[in-house]
């Protein structure tokens, strides 16, 4: 049985989860590379002030991200049935695309060491299966009109 996606549930579930993709990364980046990226810059490998404005667009990437877990999470109920599993298969497939490429070539041809890609691979997990796991359990489908 295919049911139409829930396009209010999705953005609801989206805005959310790109909460918590954010707050993953503040805790990341913050609390455990802030000390490690503090002394990267002062050996230049990092630049002291974004070139970009960075905070509001790392807001608005993070719902993006959390909108489009929850796009993937409820297009996949129908053939994975609905629940925390797929919302943990999801997350651990976007989770591996998103973090495991770039960090391996990090580890790879960086000068900076293995735990900034370590703790960003890590990082990139718990962002993508929590969100999932959130945008999930906040999808319901659209009700069924009988006729």
């Not at 000390?35 to 608005?60: C, D, K, W």
Request: proline content about 6%.
């Amino acid at each position: 049985m295919t049911c139409p996606l829930n396009a209010k549930r999705v953005l609801i579930g989206g805005i959310v989860a790109g909460a918590w993709v954010f707050v993953v990364q503040a805790v990341a980046h913050m609390a455990i590379l802030g000390e490690r990226y503090q002394n990267l810059t002062r050996m230049g490998h990092y630049f002291a002030q974004p070139r970009i404005p960075y905070m509001p667009m790392s807001v608005v990437l993070s719902v993006l991200v959390g909108i489009m877990l929850a796009w993937l999470y409820a297009a996949s109920r129908d053939t994975m049935s609905p629940g925390a599993v797929t919302a943990i298969k999801v997350g651990l497939i976007v989770g591996f695309l998103v973090g495991v490429p770039g960090n391996v070539a990090a580890v790879a041809w960086s000068t900076i060491g293995k735990f900034v890609p370590f703790v960003t691979c890590l990082a990139a997990f718990a962002e993508c299966i929590g969100g999932t796991l959130i945008a999930g359990a906040l999808y319901q489908p659209k009700p069924t009109s009988r006729t």
